[in-house]
């Protein structure tokens, strides 16, 4: 119940073109949402983040969709860019406690 | 990374050996973490620390402790390193527990850990 199903594993995704990733809980009591970034060889970086009383957040050209309904949350980068290759992880966290992080997606573009 | 630096960067030790990672900040943030990262399982939690001499034990604490006497140095310590904690270790730190509520974790640059 506590897990974050995050898919898919890898992804290639030609330069211009959407790339998307999903995740999905179980928990509904989680009431945040961020996705992490992760270049090689640094630490993870907060990208972007939603709560569940809104549908969908938008920050330039990364989007996240939210379906509280279906318990998954998926997030879309427009227009990908060669710089965007890096890992993502999604996250989920209830009542401030501890961060619950997916299993991360490799994301190549290229050009 | 935040004001965070993680000591050493890349170790490697053999099966027995007591190892210890040094997360120190400079941010003054009360919440400071140990995550392992491993290819297939993401970031797991190994301990976390919510203030000085107030620490508890994450989702994957086995075969670690972990010990903070002041607020800026977090240390992750294993006392009898085995293969299965060949992994990158990653500090993280952050102003409220968990991150939650709009507050993001910061993490450091991580530590290659290999255990022969």
């Known amino acids: 119940q506590q897990q974050v199903k995050q898919s898919p594993q890898s992804l290639i995704v030609q330069k211009g073109g959407i790339s998307i990733i999903n995740c999905a809980y179980e928990?509904?009591?989680?009431?945040?949402f961020p996705w992490y970034q992760q270049f090689p060889g640094k630490g993870p970086a907060l990208l972007i983040a939603?709560?569940?009383?809104?549908s969908e957040k938008k920050e330039g050209r990364f989007t996240i969709s939210f379906n509280k309904s279906a318990k998954q949350f998926s997030l879309h980068i427009m227009d990908s860019q060669p710089g965007d290759s890096a890992t993502y992880f999604c996250?989920?966290?209830?009542?401030?406690?501890?961060?619950?992080f997916g299993t991360g997606t490799r994301l190549q573009v290229f050009p | 990374d935040a004001g965070i630096t993680q000591s050493p960067r890349h170790k490697v030790t053999e099966t027995g050996t007591p190892v210890t990672l040094r997360c120190h900040q400079t941010?003054?943030?009360?919440?400071m973490y140990w995550y392992r990262q491993d290819p297939g399982h993401g970031l797991r939690l190994i301990h976390y620390?919510?203030?000085?001499?107030?620490?508890d034990k994450g989702e994957v604490s086995d075969g670690y402790s972990v010990s903070r006497s002041k607020t800026e140095d977090f240390l992750l310590t294993l006392e009898s390193a085995t293969s299965s904690q060949t992994s990158v270790y990653f500090c993280?730190?952050?102003?409220?527990?968990?991150?939650?509520?709009?507050?993001?974790?910061?993490f450091g640059p991580g530590t290659r850990l290999t255990v022969l």
């Open positions: 993280a730190i952050s102003t409220t527990r968990g991150g939650g509520s709009g507050n993001e974790q910061f």
């Open positions: 928990n509904t009591a989680f009431d945040y």
């Open positions: 939603i709560r569940p009383d809104v």
């Open positions: 996250a989920a966290t209830y009542n401030t406690d501890k961060l619950i």
């Open positions: 941010e003054n943030h009360r919440y």
């Open positions: 620390s919510y203030g000085v001499k107030d620490t």
